[in-house]
């Protein structure tokens, strides 16, 4: 089923914007819930943790137990539960409670991303598929964005559940507008879970996750780091790294907006390619830049951050041309944002490892850009993929 109005799309937007808020807002938060629960810092980051493995590692189970003629259902009810959760997380008297209720809301999350993405390409036209997908992944992005610094605003003045209170209200909103304007989605086909859980043999979707996945390392995985680096002397001693997370963040904005109508005229693997390409050359002209002026660093720290957010539009469109005959198109893009986390988690932990070496901060960027090469070679079996009689792409044997 496919409609003209865009208005669930911006709605689905929405609610990505509030899980986007959610996603980053509790790392700001965690001093004011240290002195409110009297625990420690590093008892409080759990938080965080509990949040990114229910998001991770929960979702791609909850989408694949979601039954087939429930599509629909399945993504408000994770809306719902996202709702429910953020609420109960602002009304927690203890912190046990807390990290319940912020792991039940990453669940939430996840589940509701992988098929609102799923969701957006159904009421939507193919030729409009990428800019519907792009409008939902910048959602998310202007969340991290402009929701984080908003949502930490409000917390300084008012306590830290207002943070999460503000996140009730945007997911609130685009539950009830989704309830409204949502049409019936089509049902997937229907299969066992032993049939869904095929997909993990499937080569073509396995290269687009560990595409995804060395992106990750190498994006979010420098993300962790660029504090350190911009601190070196060498690279511009800089007090204050706001102003180029600003910069990052904002980059990426535009980046998820603005790669829409490309993903409806250019093939997605040779986009993907490209993204990998620009990525490694923008992290690995980091400390270059940075040591010629701290203003000039913006540049490829811009450029990082566009193409980072951007690529996850052309990964879940081929996902789910992929995986659309299958049915099982949520599961996939669900396995995708699997592969973010992990890959996020992998390039801290890579970073912090080089750092435990004393290696020179450089590495830590020039490591990030060998892994993003990596990856572009990598897709070089994606750009391999010879177009059919139909139009569609035929994927030659996987050893």
Do not use: C
């Not at 996850?312 to 995986?323: C, S, T």
């Amino acid at each position: 089923m496919h409609t003209h109005n865009q208005s669930p799309i911006y709605l689905i937007a929405l609610g990505a914007f509030a899980l986007g808020m959610a996603s980053y807002v509790t790392a700001g938060l965690i001093p004011m819930i240290e002195a409110s629960f009297a625990v420690s810092v590093a008892v409080a980051a759990q938080l965080v943790t509990a949040f990114t493995l229910a998001y991770g590692l929960g979702s791609p189970i909850f989408v694949a137990l979601t039954p087939a003629h429930r599509q629909r259902a399945g993504m408000l009810l994770a809306l719902g539960l996202f709702v429910i959760a953020n609420a109960a997380s602002a009304l927690a008297e203890s912190f046990t409670t807390l990290m319940v209720w912020r792991a039940i809301a990453g669940i939430g999350a996840g589940v509701y991303l992988a098929m609102g993405i799923g969701a957006s390409a159904a009421v939507s036209t193919p030729e409009r598929r990428g800019k519907a997908i792009a409008i939902i992944m910048g959602g998310m992005a202007s969340g991290v964005v402009l929701g984080v610094p908003l949502g930490l605003l409000i917390a300084e003045q008012l306590g830290w559940q207002a943070a999460l209170w503000l996140v009730t209200l945007l997911g609130l909103m685009a539950l009830l507008g989704l309830l409204l304007k949502l049409p019936a989605l089509p049902a997937a086909t229907a299969t066992t879970l032993s049939q869904k859980l095929a997909i993990l043999g499937d080569g073509h979707v396995l290269v687009i996750l560990l595409v995804s996945l060395l992106a990750a390392i190498a994006s979010l995985g420098m993300y962790t780091f660029i504090a350190p680096l911009l601190a070196d002397p060498a690279y511009g001693a800089v007090r204050s790294v706001t102003p180029y997370l600003w910069v990052w963040g904002i980059g990426g904005v535009l980046g998820s907006f603005l790669i829409g109508p490309l993903v409806d005229r250019i093939k997605g693997p040779v986009l993907t390619f490209a993204i990998m390409l620009i990525l490694a050359a923008s992290l690995f002209v980091l400390p270059l830049t940075a040591a010629i002026s701290t203003w000039l660093v913006m540049l490829p720290i811009a450029l990082w951050g566009a193409v980072g957010w951007a690529l996850q539009v052309p990964q879940n469109n081929e996902l789910i041309l992929a995986r659309q005959a299958q049915g099982d198109g949520n599961l996939a893009i669900a396995l995708n944002e699997s592969a973010l986390y992990l890959g996020s988690a992998i390039g801290a932990a890579a970073g912090g490892f080089v750092l435990l070496l004393q290696m020179p901060t450089w590495t830590l960027a020039a490591s990030a850009g060998g892994v993003a090469v990596l990856g572009a070679l990598l897709q070089i079996i994606n750009l391999r993929r010879q177009p059919n009689g139909n139009g569609d792409v035929q994927a030659e044997p996987y050893n």
